[in-house]
């Protein structure tokens, strides 16, 4: 039973399988509730995935090593969101300039309501740097996190968290604010809750995932590009 148990806990296959078919069950859940803005693959992947490493007694780094082969793909598949939005870009036209300020604007208010938050629950500057990128994706919160003088891992805890919360609510938040331009609510999207986000909002729409993604890509950018004079601002001025 122990090499059983060993081999389970050694062999990155299994991690791999693990995760592939956790998500599989999230996509089916999804699938058989309509939708339901709780039912997200990504959320029911962590409630299969996670006791299964805890059972094994695997940590996150063998984890993370071991699934090296998934991580990978998330590059690729990032730079495929462009395929949709190339399909739909004849929607850019007069939109340009709107989404640019908006995603600058959204920028700043991110990542100041973080730091501020923090600081005003009475948590320690290291705390408020690390929650600073939360808004960004996974891969650019980590070496902002870094930069910053913030905890990476606890960084992309935290982005991860605010993803599924703004692919659970999103949405919702959106058609109570009677938000209906399919642009608007893609970048709004995008933008909050980057890729887990964007498979959300592709998945109501094409549309509305071609401008998450591209919200999500242009929040990365412009965040990281604002965030040395933000960081001065927050951290030295204020």
């Known amino acids: 039973m122990s090499d059983a148990v060993d081999f389970l806990r050694h062999s990155p296959l299994v991690l791999v399988l693990v995760t592939v078919v956790g998500y599989l069950v999230g996509c089916e859940v999804r699938d058989r509730t309509k939708g339901h803005p709780l039912a997200q693959p990504v959320v029911v992947a962590i409630a299969v995935v996670a006791p299964t490493i805890a059972l094994l007694d695997v940590d996150y780094d063998t984890y993370l090593g071991d699934v090296s082969l998934i991580t990978f793909w998330l590059g690729p598949a990032t730079v495929a969101l462009a395929v949709p939005l190339h399909r739909q870009a004849h929607r850019l036209k007069g939109f ?27 948590g320690a500057e290291v705390l408020q740097r690390t929650m600073a990128p939360k808004a960004t994706t996974t891969p650019v919160s980590l070496a902002l996190s870094q930069t910053l003088g913030g905890i990476p891992p606890l960084s992309a805890a935290l982005t991860i968290m605010v993803g599924i919360l703004g692919a659970i609510a999103a949405p919702t938040v959106l058609t109570w604010a009677r938000v209906r331009d399919d642009r608007a609510r893609g970048l709004a999207i995008g933008s909050v809750s980057h890729g887990i986000g964007t498979a959300r909002a592709l998945h109501e729409s094409p549309a509305e995932g071609a401008f998450s993604g591209l919200g999500m890509g242009l929040t990365a950018l412009v965040t990281s590009l604002l965030m040395p004079a933000l960081a001065w601002l927050l951290f030295t001025v204020l």
């Open 96 to 122: 340009v300039v709107p989404l640019i300020a908006t995603v600058a604007v959204g920028a700043v208010v991110s990542v100041a309501a973080g730091v501020l938050l923090v600081r005003l629950a009475g």
